[in-house]
């Protein structure tokens, strides 16, 4: 205001423009804090669940497939017992126990299960059943997870010229020295040919946390052979093996599982959101308590399932 009581101009051309002026033109106008407080919140608690997920998967990959495959090899160490003490077919049924390898170096003592499937496979180093058995003439292979399902072969990449490997069937113990290590593709089912000379093929993922390459540690018998099979080499009583003729055969996932995976997930959420739902309109405690035994068994189930959509050393 100037000495006579008029209004003072803000400046050169300036014009005063009144609030509703300038909403009207779309100035100043801002997004609801309490609408974008819920979007931030809503997404925060996406990113947590979702971090919480996949950290519970990793968990499971590296913890819980251990503890399944613990569980499967007492199972396999007595049968194998009743196998030796019994003298029962050299060969024995697929899912059943061949024997024991152990690798001392590296730390490896575990039951091998018959076949080299996804299910095989979880239980242990698997035999490959269109190959000879260990101790016998010929090429005998063996393939386990590096770093899953209690990570047998982990360390196989440490093995080196004249180290020893020994592996227990029915027909007794025995003793192999490393030859060789090599690096191939996982189409190079050639390591599993027949061969000669009396030898062990060693197969796992590679590299560590992949299922791009497969790593092949190779032995030579170094005590004399087994009688050859009673049975043509690439059968078993029983029925056939599971993937004998394929380095891929259970260290690849299984698309039959995408099907399990998917109800076993739409399974869990639906858990999660009745446990929300109904502890809303009632008491939460109660609810949580009743439903968080189902969630964690249906969340137990998914993480399974998809597990076997996923090449198993990944």
């Known amino acids: 205001m100037d000495l006579r009581g008029r209004a003072r101009p803000r400046g050169p051309g300036r014009a005063v423009q009144h609030p509703d002026s300038r909403r009207e033109h779309g100035y100043g106008r801002r997004v609801s804090a309490p609408l974008l407080r819920t979007a931030l919140g809503a997404t925060g608690a996406v990113l947590i669940w979702a971090g919480a997920l996949v950290l519970s998967f990793v968990g499971y990959q590296l913890f819980g497939t251990s503890v399944a495959a613990a569980r499967a090899q007492d199972g396999l160490r007595a049968d194998f017992a009743e196998v030796s003490n019994a003298l029962k077919a050299i060969r024995p049924v697929p899912g059943g126990a061949v024997g024991i390898i152990e690798i001392p170096k590296i730390g490896v003592d575990w039951a091998v299960v018959e076949g080299v499937g996804t299910v095989e496979l979880k239980a242990g180093p698997g035999h490959y059943p269109a190959t000879p058995m260990p101790g016998q ?25 004249g180290d020893a490997v020994l592996v ?25 040919d027949p061969t000669d000379d009396s030898r062990l093929t060693l197969t796992t993922c590679h590299p560590e946390f992949s299922a791009r390459q497969r790593l092949i540690v190779v032995a030579e018998l170094a005590s004399p052979p087994a009688s050859p099979p009673t049975t043509p080499v690439g059968t078993s009583e029983g029925g056939g093996g599971a993937g004998g003729d394929s380095l891929d055969a259970g260290l690849s996932g299984d698309p039959a599982a995408r099907w399990p995976a998917l109800a076993w997930a739409l399974a869990t959420a639906t858990v ?29 189930l998914f993480f399974e399932s998809f597990a076997r959509l996923l090449p198993p050393n990944v």
């Open 137 to 161: 003439p010929g090429n005998a292979a063996i393939a386990a997870h590096r770093t899953t399902y209690g990570a047998p072969f982990n360390r196989l990449d440490e093995l080196t010229a």
């Open 272 to 300: 999660a959101l009745l446990i929300k739902v109904v502890g809303a309109a009632w008491r939460k405690v109660p609810v949580r308590l009743i439903g968080a035994p189902i969630f964690v068994l249906s969340l137990f």
């Open 168 to 192: 227990t069937t029915s027909q007794g113990e025995f003793r192999y020295e490393v030859r060789s290590a090599t690096v191939v593709d996982p189409s190079a089912a050639e390591v599993l």
